[in-house]
């Protein structure tokens, strides 16, 4: 049942990859990635007289353990440089790996791409037995994760009933990924709110999805909208949009939290 969650985003992968328009060879490997997400996941879940204490040196050799087939589908399906990494990591010793999860728990990073991938099926987990993270000195308020402190990585607007409004706008969890409620014209990152110096960005070829940034921090994150296609599945639609990415860098921005392709 709590399959679901990997299911829905590898099949939205799995099609979109298919589609002309779009980043394909970024969506083949993020499809894979998502399969071994995945797995990770279903190890933790599976394991006998276990659950996750939400402190994660105590949870570490566990952790570990699910570590290898990531970093196997990392090597086979990867890009190059991040192949050649999941080689190198895999031929390191094991503290190698640790001590990157480590620091990423700590501090975490859109840069630390092995770490992110691995402790986001474990925060996810987490999130679902509702056990908090401990031993993380993070920074808290509106504009971070209420249950992990991280970093939002995307924002959708969906429908919901109790609104009358045309949708509420949500914030997506880097690092959990988990979504909470956010107002509708605020930036992400700096919480600037006059309508002018938000701007919004989309072409037509992505029609439900928009670059959402912020003329004050020069920041920006993309926005998927829902109630315009109920099928989109936004962390992979958001990647689907990929050139989106290159229109705000070529304009002067810089996004809030890349994604695990680097955009
Ligand atoms: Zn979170
Ligand atoms: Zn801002």
Not at 82 to 89: K, S, V
Request: with cysteine.
């Amino acid at each position: 049942m709590m399959s679901a969650f990997w299911d829905k985003q590898i099949e939205r992968a799995d099609y979109l990859r298919a589609q002309s328009s779009g980043s394909k060879e970024l969506l083949a490997f993020y499809a894979q990635l998502l399969r071994a997400q995945k797995n990770v996941y279903e190890s933790f879940r599976s394991r006998k007289n276990w659950l996750p204490s939400g402190d994660l040196e105590r949870d570490l050799d566990v952790v570990m353990s699910s570590t290898p087939g990531l970093l196997q589908t990392v090597s086979l399906h990867g890009p190059e440089s991040l192949a050649a990494e999941a080689q190198a990591i895999s031929a390191a010793e094991p503290e190698t790996m640790a001590d990157a999860l480590q620091e990423y728990w700590r501090s975490p990073s859109d840069t630390q791409f092995f770490a992110k991938s691995i402790l986001q099926p474990y925060l996810r987990w987490l999130a679902e037995t509702r056990t908090p993270p401990i031993d993380r000195e993070l920074a808290g308020g509106e504009r971070t994760c209420p249950f992990c402190g991280g970093a939002p990585q995307l924002s959708f607007l969906v429908s919901k009933e109790s609104s009358a409004e045309s949708g509420n706008r949500d914030l997506s969890c880097a690092a959990c990924l988990s979504s909470w409620e956010f107002r509708r014209v605020v930036c992400a990152n700096c919480g600037e709110e006059r309508p002018a110096k938000l701007g919004y960005f989309h072409s037509p070829e992505f029609d439900h999805v928009r670059i959402e940034a912020c003329d004050s921090c020069r920041h920006y994150l993309k926005g998927i909208d829902l109630t315009r296609l109920g099928l989109a599945v936004p962390s992979v639609d958001e990647i689907y949009a990929a050139p989106l990415d290159l229109w705000a860098r070529e304009h002067g921005y810089t996004k809030i939290e890349l994604n695990l392709v680097g955009l």
